[in-house]
């Protein structure tokens, strides 16, 4: 009854914190922004790795084996994670922290650093249960590991269907009453009550939304344009994976780059703001005439060239670019949204207004994945990559919309007179725009299509820029159309076969002529590389295994690039040196909380030799801590490049985080839960052939990923559950393997192998990025086999018994 009664605590209390990580990325990604929310959870993760170090430093913390005792302690700290899931949302959410104000006022470094230490309790309370479970009964870790891995599994999926009913707020009160009925069915008492208050507690804050509401930065798209006169917030709706605002704002004036020489008024438009932040618009299309501004538009140029029929529109947002194709009468029109959430909005409360611009032939996914599925070649593939403002993207957030393999999917769809169009805003200083220039000639050079210079057009607005591309060399008469089209609307000629420099740079005068001398130079194979080594930032062409195609830094132009970005450090953080600057943090505190149980080594030694003839010598120690680094390490460095490779088939990263997760956490809890019955499993053998298998999955991973393409969405993410499961399944007999050894010999070293491999595995997914964007996510992949091979190779150490009369101290 006793054993029963942990496991469903351990269960309840591992599907709580999970939730309560998941919603709380959500929760912050609307409030601040998502590289923040990265910031701020992984240093709050942080407190799972600080509990064992507690455990080990306080041995009075933990149970003894009474009856009871064991059961009473783990529902104590369920009912502080419970309490502290609540109390740290709230505190941190009426901390005025604002990561904008940071250069101007010190005070925010305070707010942080409060942000993270109480955010960090519910893990540290977390860690509390799970390791002292694990300690009072290390004969059974296979059991209370397996709880722990199955409970994360199920709170992974459950998360998603609460997201889609309610708010993220809403969803961490939900975690936090399970963690209290968890409390409320292990423990006894004044537990029990406290149980009760608490659930009755967030019951009471449910019912009142706007205590518990994220604070939005005023800085974020939504709250500026809401402090404009005579603006309305409409409604706010929620989706597993989004929040989209609708509102009406003078600040919605939403056509990108629209020629100067169009001087009427813009139809009705409605604000659309996903997240608080990226902000599009739904534009009103009952008024033909008062849609005359979409020839004014410079993706315009594409219908002016030739008859458009069939058209593909690649994540139209609010549809603007589904208006123009039907404002040229093209015949067939698709649309591919990567976020649902936005289709639903418009489709459902504003059809009317819109036009039905997603009535039919609408999709929903990423666009290359849903190409990938189909037959059919277009005249025109139009990917619109413009909002009401410009927005920049999170330098190490993978983006596959613009890999050279992604644009090899787009150019194979055109049909033979057919044409690739792409819309962005001018963001200086240029580096974007080179970017995708080079990685669209490299894929079309890499297709065999040569003579790049008599195949792709760009003009540029001015605010925007818009680079066409074709497999075929243009005609005379599409340049004469470009030439005409351009010079109606003033738009500056950038690329097109014939131009010279003077004709370039006459309408929107820059004080030099940039644009048109770089995209020269990447157009030119001979002076390519030259140019790309010598440019401030990195523009080198993204692929797949290395999707980081926001990521502009390079170290050795540091100097320079600060200078030249006003000596901004904002700069910096956006373009991921956050991430450098977390690990030195994390490397940092994960030292010290790795470090401080040393100092308690001797009275534990103490303690071993008076009831153990065998000592647990420095070597022994060292190799025990070393095998659970290892674990942590190649865990995470297998699961990172898992959920990146799974985005593509599944089309959308949080389907991927969501199925890869759960399934690893569900097959590996099984592991565990197995190895506990079945002797053989916990041999040394078993971790040596999860490193095989790890090294079998990356050479099958590619072709797994095609197969699962191809077929419908739900059976993609069945399918996908089911390809990881051998692999998860071996990967979870480890760990509770190595604690039931450590736990026979030293059970006092069971709290500090707990609080290693719970640093390690925070610190692991970082490095998992900063090395994918060096050598790729497959040799990180090859890196996780050889952090198991490691751990192989310690475990017999870990084992065998040391010599008599040994000693030493650590």
């Known amino acids: 009854m006793e054993q029963r009664k942990i496991l469903l605590g351990i269960f309840l209390f591992s599907f709580s914190s999970l939730s309560y990580e998941i919603a709380l990325t959500r929760v912050?990604?609307?409030?601040?922004?998502?590289?923040?929310?990265?910031?701020?959870?992984?240093?709050?993760?942080?407190?799972?790795?600080?509990?064992?170090?507690?455990?080990?430093?306080?041995?009075?913390?933990?149970?003894?084996?009474?009856?009871g005792e064991v059961s009473e302690k783990i529902a104590l700290y369920g009912l502080l994670l419970g309490a502290a899931i609540t109390l740290s949302y709230l505190l941190s959410n009426r901390l005025p922290f604002d990561p904008v104000r940071l250069p101007w006022e010190r005070v925010q470094l305070l707010y942080l650093f409060?942000?993270?230490?109480?955010?960090?309790?519910?893990?540290?309370?977390?860690?509390?249960?799970?390791?002292?479970?694990?300690?009072?009964?290390?004969?059974?870790?296979?059991?209370?590991?397996?709880?722990?891995?199955?409970?994360?599994?199920?709170?992974?999926?459950?998360?998603?269907?609460?997201?889609?009913?309610?708010?993220?707020?809403?969803?961490?009160?939900?975690?936090?009453?399970?963690?209290?009925?968890?409390a409320f069915l292990i423990g006894k008492g004044k537990t029990r009550a406290a149980s009760v208050f608490l659930i009755a507690s967030n019951l009471l804050l449910f019912a009142t939304p706007d205590l518990i509401a994220p604070r939005i930065s005023p800085y974020k798209g939504l709250q500026i344009a809401l402090k404009y006169p005579g603006a309305e917030h409409i409604r706010t709706y929620h989706g597993p994976f989004s929040r989209v605002d609708v509102f009406r704002s003078p600040a919605v004036r939403f056509a990108p780059g629209l020629s100067l020489r169009y001087l009427d008024e813009l139809p009705e438009q409605t604000g659309l703001s996903v997240d608080g932040g990226k902000t599009n618009a739904i534009t009103g299309a009952g008024?033909?005439?008062?849609?005359?501004?979409?020839?004014?538009?410079?993706?315009?140029?594409?219908?002016?060239?030739?008859?458009?029929?069939?058209?593909?529109?690649?994540?139209?947002?609010?549809?603007?670019?589904?208006?123009?194709?039907?404002?040229?009468?093209?015949?067939?029109?698709?649309?591919?949204?990567?976020n649902p959430l936005v289709t639903q909005v418009i489709g459902r409360d504003f059809n009317d207004f819109s036009?039905?611009?997603?009535?039919?032939?609408?999709?929903?996914?990423?666009?290359?994945?849903?190409?990938?599925?189909?037959?059919?070649?277009?005249?025109?593939?139009d990917m619109p990559l413009t909002g009401t403002s410009p927005a920049g993207a999170f330098g190490v957030a993978e983006d596959y919309r613009f890999t050279a393999e992604a644009f090899k999917e787009y150019l194979g769809h055109l049909k033979k007179d057919g044409i690739l169009c792409i819309h962005l805003f001018i963001v200086p200083p240029p580096r974007v725009e080179l970017r995708l220039l080079n990685t669209l000639v490299t894929s079309m050079e890499e297709m065999g299509i040569g003579e790049t210079e008599n195949k792709i057009i760009s003009i540029r607005s001015w605010g925007t820029v818009c680079l066409l591309a074709k497999r075929e060399p243009l005609t005379s008469d599409e340049i004469r159309a470009v030439?005409?089209?351009?010079?109606?609307?003033?738009?500056?000629?950038v690329l097109l076969p014939g131009i010279r420099e003077e004709e370039a740079n006459l309408y929107v005068k820059m004080p030099s002529n940039d644009y048109f001398n770089a995209f020269r130079k990447i157009l030119d194979p001979a002076s390519r590389a030259s140019f790309e080594r010598d440019y401030l930032f990195d523009i080198a062409p993204v692929r797949d295994d290395n999707p980081f195609f926001h990521y502009y830094l390079k170290l050795r132009n540091l100097g320079p690039t600060y200078r030249v970005m006003g000596e901004k450090w904002q700069f910096f953080i956006e373009e991921g040196y956050l991430l450098p600057i977390v690990f030195?943090?994390?490397?940092?505190?994960?030292?010290?909380?790795?470090?401080?149980?040393?100092?308690?080594?001797?009275?534990?030694?103490?303690?071993?030799?008076?009831?153990?003839?065998?000592?647990?010598?420095?070597?022994?120690?060292?190799?025990?801590?070393?095998y659970f680094a290892f674990l942590g390490v190649g865990y995470m460095f297998v699961e990172i490049p898992l959920i990146q490779k799974m985005i593509l088939p599944l089309e959308n990263p949080s389907y991927a985080v969501s199925s890869v997760l759960t399934s690893m956490l569900v097959s590996s809890g099984a592991g565990s839960l197995l190895s506990q019955r079945v002797g053989a499993l916990r041999r040394p053998c078993a971790v040596l052939a999860a490193a095989a298998v790890i090294v079998g999955y990356s050479v099958l991973l590619p072709s797994i990923s095609d197969a699962v393409s191809s077929q419908p969405?739900?059976?993609?993410?069945?399918?996908?559950?089911?390809?990881?499961?051998?692999?998860?399944?071996?990967?979870?007999?480890?760990?509770?393997?190595?604690?039931?050894?450590?736990?026979?010999?030293?059970?006092?070293?069971?709290?500090?192998?707990?609080?290693?491999?719970?640093?390690?595995?925070?610190?692991?997914?970082?490095?998992?990025?900063?090395?994918?964007?060096?050598v790729g996510f497959k040799a990180v992949f090859w890196m996780g086999a050889a952090a198991y091979f490691l751990a192989f190779l310690t475990f017999p150490m870990m084992k065998s018994p040391a010599r008599n009369g040994s000693s030493g101290n650590a």
Not at 304 to 323: N, T
Not at 365 to 377: A, D, F, I, P, V
Request: charged share 15%; glycine share 8%.
């Open 28 to 67: 912050f990604s609307i409030s601040l922004w998502y590289h923040f929310a990265f910031l701020v959870i992984t240093l709050a993760m942080l407190g799972i790795g600080a509990s064992g170090t507690v455990l080990s430093l306080y041995p009075g913390l933990r149970a003894s084996s009474r009856p």
């Open 114 to 182: 409060l942000y993270c230490l109480f955010l960090s309790v519910p893990f540290f309370s977390f860690g509390l249960s799970v390791s002292t479970g694990i300690s009072a009964a290390s004969g059974k870790s296979g059991l209370l590991y397996g709880a722990d891995f199955t409970g994360a599994g199920a709170g992974s999926v459950a998360l998603l269907f609460v997201l889609s009913k309610t708010a993220p707020e809403n969803a961490i009160l939900l975690a936090s009453s399970i963690a209290s009925a968890g």
């Open 287 to 338: 008024n033909e005439d008062a849609l005359a501004f979409l020839k004014f538009l410079p993706p315009a140029l594409a219908y002016e060239m030739r008859k458009r029929d069939d058209v593909l529109v690649l994540d139209p947002e609010g549809g603007l670019d589904v208006l123009l194709a039907r404002h040229y009468h093209s015949g067939n029109i698709s649309s591919v949204e990567s």
């Open 355 to 381: 036009q039905g611009i997603y009535d039919k032939n609408t999709w929903t996914g990423m666009g290359r994945s849903w190409l990938k599925t189909r037959n059919e070649q277009f005249d025109l593939i």
């Open 483 to 493: 030439r005409k089209f351009s010079k109606e609307m003033r738009f500056d000629l």
């Open 584 to 626: 030195l943090q994390v490397l940092i505190l994960s030292g010290l909380f790795i470090a401080l149980p040393a100092v308690s080594r001797r009275e534990a030694e103490a303690r071993v030799e008076k009831t153990q003839n065998e000592r647990f010598t420095p070597i022994r120690r060292l190799t025990s801590l070393l």
């Open 713 to 774: 969405m739900p059976l993609r993410i069945v399918s996908a559950f089911a390809f990881l499961v051998p692999l998860a399944f071996l990967m979870g007999i480890p760990f509770p393997t190595g604690m039931r050894t450590i736990g026979e010999k030293s059970p006092d070293m069971i709290p500090w192998a707990w609080a290693v491999n719970g640093c390690l595995s925070v610190l692991a997914p970082i490095l998992a990025v900063m090395l994918a964007m060096a």
